[in-house]
C-alpha cells in the first residue's frame, strides 16, 4: 500500500470578529490546527470527534472548499494546494465528498439524472451520460427509473445512496465520508454502510469516514485518529485502538460509549470517568488543549503542548504521560 | 398488579387532520408506569415516542390533533378529563419533561434566573407570593443539584451564554425544581456530544435515583436504554410492539422488529454491520393494514396482513404484540385488540 493522502501540518483558521474597532487584532478560532496525516490506497482512515473538534473543517479543506491557512496536503504527489482556489480539474475528480444531511445535498429541483450527470459533465465528457448513469444506480443497487425521480420522493436512506453515486460518478480514488450515516435510523445504516464497503472492495476506494460514533468505526474503518479540538490526539490501527487506548481523551471517549451488550462493556479496556465542559475553540486552553478535563492532569500539560510520541508502528499519541519519562503503564490502572 | 400504577395509558389513538387527509398514528398504545419506575420508550424517528408523552402532558395542538379513544390516567384520573387549570396542576408538580434541544427549550431572551423564578412561582399554592430575594434563594438550590459552577452568577446569563451540556443541566434542573412524580425526559442526551451525553445521563440518572422519580426515557438509543431504565417499550409506527424488563428485552429480544433494531446496532466488538430492516416506516396517511410491521418482517404470515396482533404475555412482565408468539402466550392476560382504527377506513 502506497500513501494516496498526505496531509502534513495542515491549519484553518478562521477569523471571526476583531477585538478592536479598527481591525486589529483579529480574533480566531483554529479549528485545524496542525495536523498531520495520510490516507492509504484502498484504505478507510476514521476521523473520529466530538462536534466542533475541526473534523469537518479538514474535510472541507482538503477536498477545496476552504483554502488552507498553512500547510501541505499531496494526493498521489501532487500539491492539492499549488494553485490556490483553481485545482486542476484531474486532481478534483480523484476526491470526492459526501456530506452528512442528503437532504440538503441534492438539489430539490433536478431529478436524480440531472444530479449524477454534472459530474459526468465536467469530469468525464466523453462517456455516454444516459448509459453512464444507469451504471452508476445500478452500482448502488438501485432501479433505473430511479433516475426520473426528484429527491423529494425518495427515503433519507436512498436520498444518501445517491450522493454516494454521484460521487462515485468522477471514479475517485478517495471519497470523504463526513458524518454519512449520522441523519440516519439505525435500521437504514446498514445497508449503506455495506454498500460503502462492498464499493471500496470492487474499487479500491480509499474513504476518509468522519463520525463521532466509534461503534460504528470499529466496523468499517482500518486506522482511526481522533481529533480534540482542532488536533489530533492519538492515531492507531483499528485492532490496536480498542485493545490498547493511550490518550486520556481517547479513554474518555471509549468509556463514555453506550453499548447494548456485557461483551461490549468488557471490550472497554479502561474506564474513564467523563468530566467537565469543552472548551470553546474560539479560547482553547493554552498547553494541552485536554488539561481542563484530564484526569492524570499534570504541571507541564498546562503550559506546553505535548509532542507527538510514537509507541509502534502507526499508533501514537500526544500526551505529556508519554514525553516526560512516566511509566505508560501507570495510566492504564485507574 | 398489586399497586395502581403512577402512570395508566389505556389504549390511546393520537390522529391529525391535515391537508392531504387524517394521519392515524398512535394506534392503540398501553403503557403503564410505577411510582420510582424507570421506563425506556425506544423506536426510531417517527414511531410516535413523542406524540404518546405530549398527549400524556396535554400539549398536543388540538386541532390538528385529535384523541378518538383513549384514557390516561395519571395518579387515578384521567388526564384528558381534566379542566385547563386543573392540568396546569399536573404539569409541575406532577409531571414535568425535559427536551431533546435545550437551546430550544429555554427563551433566548430571559435570563436563566427569570426561566427559574417562573417555574419555581408556578409550583407555589395559589395564594403564596415569594420576594424577590426569596424567589432568587430558591432558585440557586436546583441549579447547585445539577452539579453547575457559580450558580449565583448563572441565574443572571442568558441561555446563549452557556454551553450544550449546561443548557441541559439548567433544563434538568428547571424539570426537578418542582419534585414532580414523574419525569419525561426526551432523547435527553441526543443533541450533546458522546462525553457530556455521558454526564448529563449519569447526573440524571443520580437524581432521580435520590428523589425517587418515575422516568419515562424516549430514545432511539438502545445503549442509552440499557445503561439507565428497569423496563423497556419498543414503539413502531405507533405501536409498542414489545414490552420487557430491559435486561430480558436485551437477553431474548421476541418481536422481529425489535431483532432487526438491535442486529442493526454496530456493536463495539466488531463483527460487521447488520443490513439493517429491510424498506422503511409507514406513512401514517394510509398504515398498513393488520401488524403495521407486516410489509418489512421477515416472518410475515398471511394472519399478519389483516389482522392486528394483540400484545401475548410471554413471560413475567414481557409481552409482545406479534402472532409469531401466539402459542407461548401464557395464560391469556391479552390486552384486549383494538382494530378499529385501520378497519373501518378500509
Known amino acids: ?334 | 398488579m398489586s399497586t395502581m400504577p403512577l402512570l395508566d395509558i389505556r389504549n390511546l389513538h393520537v390522529q391529525f387532520d391535515v391537508f392531504g387527509g387524517r394521519l392515524r398514528v398512535l394506534d392503540g398504545v398501553n403503557l403503564a408506569v410505577r411510582a420510582g419506575e424507570k421506563v425506556g420508550l425506544v423506536g426510531e424517528t417517527g414511531a410516535g415516542k413523542t406524540t404518546t408523552m405530549k398527549a400524556v402532558l396535554r400539549v398536543l395542538p388540538q386541532p390538528p390533533a385529535r384523541i378518538p379513544e383513549g384514557e390516561i390516567f395519571f395518579e387515578g384520573q384521567d388526564v384528558l378529563k381534566l379542566s385547563h387549570r386543573k392540568i396546569m396542576n399536573v404539569r409541575g408538580q406532577g409531571i414535568s419533561m425535559i427536551f431533546q434541544d435545550p437551546t430550544a427549550a429555554l427563551n433566548p431572551v430571559f435570563s436563566i434566573g427569570a426561566q427559574m423564578g417562573a417555574v419555581i412561582r408556578h409550583s407555589l399554592p395559589d395564594n403564596q407570593r415569594l420576594s424577590k430575594r426569596d424567589l432568587r434563594e430558591r432558585s440557586v438550590i436546583p441549579l447547585k443539584e445539577v452539579a453547575l459552577a457559580d450558580p449565583e452568577r448563572l441565574l443572571d446569563s442568558f441561555p446563549l451564554q452557556l454551553s450544550g451540556g449546561m443548557r441541559q443541566r439548567v433544563c434538568i434542573a428547571m424539570a426537578l425544581a418542582t419534585s414532580p412524580k414523574l419525569l419525561i425526559a426526551d432523547e435527553p442526551g441526543t443533541s450533546l456530544d458522546v462525553t457530556i451525553e455521558d454526564q448529563v445521563l449519569r447526573l440524571l440518572h443520580d437524581l432521580v435515583e435520590k428523589r425517587n422519580t418515575a422516568v419515562v426515557l424516549i430514545t432511539h438509543s438502545l445503549g442509552v436504554v440499557r445503561e439507565t431504565t428497569d423496563r423497556v417499550a419498543v414503539m413502531y409506527a405507533g405501536n409498542i410492539v414489545e414490552e420487557a424488563p430491559t435486561a430480558k428485552l436485551f437477553a431474548s429480544p421476541l418481536h422481529p422488529y425489535t431483532q432487526g433494531l438491535m442486529a442493526a446496532v454496530p456493536k463495539l466488538t466488531g463483527g460487521g454491520v447488520s443490513d439493517g430492516i429491510p424498506g422503511r416506516m409507514p406513512t401514517y396517511l394510509n398504515p398498513p393494514t393488520g401488524c403495521r410491521f407486516h410489509p418489512r418482517c421477515p416472518h410475515v404470515m398471511d394472519i399478519c396482513k389483516s389482522e392486528k396482533p394483540p400484545h401475548y404475555q410471554v413471560g413475567d412482565g414481557h409481552r409482545v404484540a406479534c402472532f409469531l408468539h401466539e402459542g407461548h402466550a401464557a395464560t391469556g392476560e391479552n390486552v384486549t385488540t383494538q382494530a378499529g382504527g385501520e378497519v373501518e377506513n378500509l
Not at chain 1, 502506497?2 to 477569523?15: A, I, R
Not at chain 1, 483579529?26 to 492509504?40: E, G, L, N
Not at chain 1, 471519497?175 to 446498514?190: F, H, N, R, W
Open chain 1, 1 to 334: 500500500m502506497s500513501d494516496l493522502l498526505e496531509v502534513k501540518d495542515l491549519k484553518k483558521y478562521f477569523v471571526i470578529g476583531h477585538r478592536d474597532s479598527l481591525g486589529r487584532e483579529p480574533i480566531t478560532v483554529k479549528a485545524v490546527d496542525s495536523i498531520s496525516f495520510t490516507v492509504q490506497e484502498g484504505e478507510t482512515l476514521g476521523l473520529v470527534g466530538e462536534s466542533g473538534s475541526g473534523k469537518s473543517t479538514t474535510a472541507y479543506t482538503i477536498v477545496g472548499m476552504y483554502q488552507p491557512t498553512l500547510g501541505h496536503a499531496n494526493a498521489r504527489g501532487q500539491d492539492l494546494f499549488a494553485n490556490g482556489k483553481a485545482r486542476p480539474k484531474s486532481l478534483r475528480k480523484e476526491i470526492q465528498i459526501v456530506f452528512q444531511d442528503p437532504g440538503s445535498s441534492l438539489n430539490p429541483r433536478q431529478t436524480i439524472k440531472q444530479i449524477l450527470e454534472l459530474p459526468l459533465r465536467l469530469h468525464r465528457p466523453e462517456v455516454d451520460r444516459l448509459t453512464e448513469t444507469v451504471r452508476l444506480l445500478e452500482l448502488v443497487d438501485l432501479p433505473p427509473d430511479y433516475m426520473y425521480k426528484y429527491p423529494y420522493m425518495l427515503s433519507g436512506g436512498e436520498k444518501q445512496i445517491i450522493a454516494v453515486a454521484r460521487a462515485l460518478a468522477t471514479e475517485p480514488s478517495l471519497i470523504i465520508l463526513d458524518e454519512p450515516t449520522s441523519a440516519l435510523d439505525v435500521s437504514v445504516q446498514g445497508k449503506i454502510i455495506n454498500l460503502l464497503l462492498r464499493l471500496q472492495r470492487e474499487f479500491n476506494l480509499a474513504y476518509l469516514f468522519i463520525t463521532h460514533d466509534l461503534s460504528l468505526m470499529r466496523n468499517v474503518a482500518h486506522r482511526v485518529a481522533i481529533m480534540y479540538l482542532g488536533k489530533i490526539c492519538e492515531v492507531a490501527d483499528m485492532e490496536e485502538f480498542f485493545k490498547d487506548p493511550r490518550h486520556p481523551y481517547t479513554q474518555m471517549l471509549l468509556s463514555s460509549i453506550p453499548v447494548t451488550s456485557e461483551e461490549e462493556e468488557q471490550a472497554k479496556p479502561v474506564k474513564v470517568v467523563s468530566t467537565g465542559e469543552i472548551p470553546s475553540p474560539v479560547d482553547v486552553p493554552p498547553g494541552c488543549s485536554f488539561h481542563t478535563r484530564c484526569p492524570y492532569v499534570m504541571d507541564i500539560c498546562k503550559q506546553v503542548d505535548p509532542e507527538m510520541t510514537q509507541f509502534t508502528t502507526g499508533h501514537m499519541a500526544r500526551c505529556h504521560l508519554f514525553t516526560e519519562g512516566e511509566q505508560p503503564e501507570t495510566i492504564g490502572q485507574s
